[in-house]
């Protein structure tokens, strides 16, 4: 066997060993995120039953002990912002992905549960958003805009809770959510303090849907989950 | 499917070969080629240096040369004019005195004429060397190559070539370039995969260029052709690796890819048109099998990479643009990215970039290595690192539409 001939042979199992090194790191650094996500959900879940637990002993005066919801709305903020480049870095189908996306949608849930609770109890007063958007290809042309605008208002007013839902995540929860809300499949879809709304056409009308004096420019109270 | 898939093939080619070459570089083969010493015999060297309008830069070619370590019987040097319109004729003129130079002035007829207008009057040299009259030899490069023809079967001996004093990005830009081909073509050469003897001093075997019937037109790459033709009749080609020489480079992006569009359309028509027998002929085994079909991938590849780039920038572009319309512009020049490691972008494409780009730099310092040119690699390297990947598919793209549409461009 020639010189070259033997090179040849050894550069194409040191290339084939290089690439598959490239996958395997890119592989396990996303398996990593996943179970990064993974983590964090878990202690989101413990923290979440740790507020409801604190709600249902002190159910007389909770507001004053009631300390780790601020705290918990934006680990979840944190979570959605993970969640949404795991999407992107792994696909919408992945099936990792969706597990984590299913259990984050439960726990944006309670915490709009938890939030409305708060609100009635404790006469707290941050406006609510519900998104609703759609991942099918083709269903929801301003649904990014929609979620940039969402995230533009979230920076701006910091006291706006915003919780978005991928409309056809298979989840009971969310359905359930969906028919209470009485939301059609048209995108992207709005509740803003009860009252429903559909499609997006620019940032002025979007913020318009608020009631007067809702949205407060600065506050202590950065309590909001980001949009998708 | 993703657009970006098409570069993988193209990657997994370019770490392919480099790994190939670098294999080839570390071996025992190339350990022995680089540890050769000094020529001690002295053939008699022509050495010719075509001119055509080099008033500022000829001088400098003749004095380096009248400086070379080399008895001065031994060496000749032809200065041709090739139909200067400037006053390369008045300085070639100052050498009239110098007993080693002989200048001869014709009608301008191109490069090739020019040096078989000089190989005329080379008498009996042995060795026929061609230098570019904006290029500059180091002390001892004659040596180091003289070297090499040692071995009956070497027919050509290419030197190593640097940027003259770059100063510029630009210049920094091709000065990387130039010493990663230092490594480049020492290790193709131990394969006998060159097929390019450069216009900045390379020496022939007279009896061979006499055989090949000297340089002939050849879609103005004549180093080029005639480097393919030694190697379609069986001859080798050798890099002396410490055989320094130092030349002039284009100072503004514009002459570059002019030169560049002529130095890729002279390989394209030249593979394509006349040496199209070379390729994939196992006969000339690395040349045939991988140099030549691999230098026509690094050119469609090169476009190709660029334009799934472009794609990428612009497709990206225009969703931001759509999607940041009407909010604030206070709010959308705020940078927001989050820190730490979740959010590192690093992909399947990022990486091998990475690993090919690796494998260049490692060429770039060995290149440095081998040939101890002197200067500051990193900064050639920045610059080679920011500018390179802008400038280069510019003239890809011209040499594929000129052979595409048959344009013929003037050499300057």
Same mark, same amino acid.
């Given at each position: 066997m020639s010189l070259a001939t033997r090179n040849a042979l050894i550069a194409l199992a040191v290339t084939i060993v290089v690439v598959g090194t490239v996958i395997y790191a890119v592989n396990y650094l996303d398996q990593r995120r996943v179970a990064n996500l993974s983590s964090i959900q878990d202690q989101l879940a413990t923290d979440t039953l740790s507020v409801e637990t604190q709600f249902a002993l002190l159910e007389e005066a909770p507001c004053e002990y009631i300390t780790e919801s601020n705290t918990l709305s934006a680990t979840l903020a944190d979570l959605g912002a993970r969640l949404v480049f795991a999407e992107e870095r792994l696909g919408a189908t992945d099936p990792q992905v969706l597990r984590l996306k299913k259990q984050y949608t439960l726990l944006q849930i309670r915490d709009y549960l938890l939030t409305k609770r708060l609100a009635r109890v404790c006469e707290a007063d941050s406006p609510v958003a519900l998104y609703f958007y759609s991942n099918v290809p083709g269903s929801c042309a301003d649904c990014n805009r929609a979620s940039y605008a969402l995230s533009y208002l979230h920076e701006t007013y910091p006291n706006l809770r915003v919780y978005s839902f991928d409309?056809? =995540?298979? =989840?009971g929860a969310l359905k359930t959510l969906i028919a209470m809300e009485k939301i059609r499949s048209e995108f992207p879809a709005f509740v803003i303090e009860g009252k429903r709304s559909y499609g997006f056409t620019s940032l002025d009308v979007l913020e318009k849907e608020f009631p007067k004096g809702a949205l407060v420019a600065s506050t202590t109270a950065s309590t909001t989950q980001k949009s998708r | 499917m993703q657009i970006e898939y098409i570069a993988y093939p193209f990657l997994f080619i370019a770490i392919y070969f480099e790994i190939f070459l670098l294999l080839t570089f570390l071996g025992s083969h190339g350990r022995t080629s680089r540890a050769r010493a000094l020529a001690t015999h002295t053939p008699k060297v022509a050495i010719i240096v075509p001119c055509w309008n080099e008033e500022t830069t000829v001088a400098g070619t003749v004095h380096s040369l009248l400086a070379l370590d080399y008895p001065a019987d031994r060496l000749q040097i032809i200065l041709v004019d090739d139909g200067s319109t400037d006053g390369t004729g008045a300085a070639m003129a100052q050498f009239d005195t110098e007993p080693r130079v002989l200048v001869l002035r014709k009608e301008n007829g191109g490069k090739h004429t020019a040096i078989n207008a000089g190989i005329e009057l080379a008498g009996d040299a042995d060795i026929i060397g061609c230098l570019d009259a904006d290029s500059f030899v180091d002390r001892t490069a004659l040596r180091e190559m003289i070297a090499y023809f040692d071995d009956a079967k070497v027919a050509a001996v290419t030197p190593a070539m640097s940027v003259n004093n770059p100063r510029t990005a630009l210049e920094r830009m091709q000065n990387a370039e130039y010493i990663f081909g230092i490594g480049w073509r020492h290790a193709l050469a131990l394969v006998n995969g060159i097929f390019v003897t450069p216009g900045p001093f390379s020496l022939y075997r007279r009896s061979v260029v006499d055989e090949l019937g000297g340089f002939r037109y050849a879609h103005q790459a004549e180093d080029m052709e005639m480097a393919l033709r030694m190697q379609r009749h069986g001859w080798h080609i050798e890099n002396a690796p410490r055989a320094r020489v130092y030349t002039k480079v284009p100072r503004n992006v514009f002459r570059l890819i002019k030169q560049r569009t002529r130095w890729t359309t002279g390989f394209l028509r030249n593979v394509l048109l006349d040496y199209r027998d070379l390729v994939g002929n196992p006969k000339h085994k690395v040349l045939g099998l991988m140099v030549l079909p691999f230098g026509f991938l690094a050119v469609s590849g090169g476009i190709m990479l660029f334009c799934v780039a472009v794609f990428m920038t612009a497709k990206q572009l225009v969703t931001t643009v759509a999607t940041v319309n009407g909010v604030p512009l206070s709010y959308v020049l705020t940078p927001h990215f989050s820190l730490g490691w979740f959010y590192v972008p690093i992909t399947f494409l990022v990486l091998l970039g990475l690993v090919a780009s690796v494998f260049s730099i490692t060429f770039m310092v060995l290149g440095k290595r081998i040939s101890g040119t002197p200067g500051n690699l990193w900064l050639d390297m920045l610059a080679y690192c920011l500018l390179y990947g802008l400038v280069a598919p510019w003239w890809l793209l011209r040499a594929v539409m000129d052979v595409a549409f048959g344009t013929r461009r003037s050499w300057r």
């Open positions: 409309y056809n =995540l298979d =989840l | -």
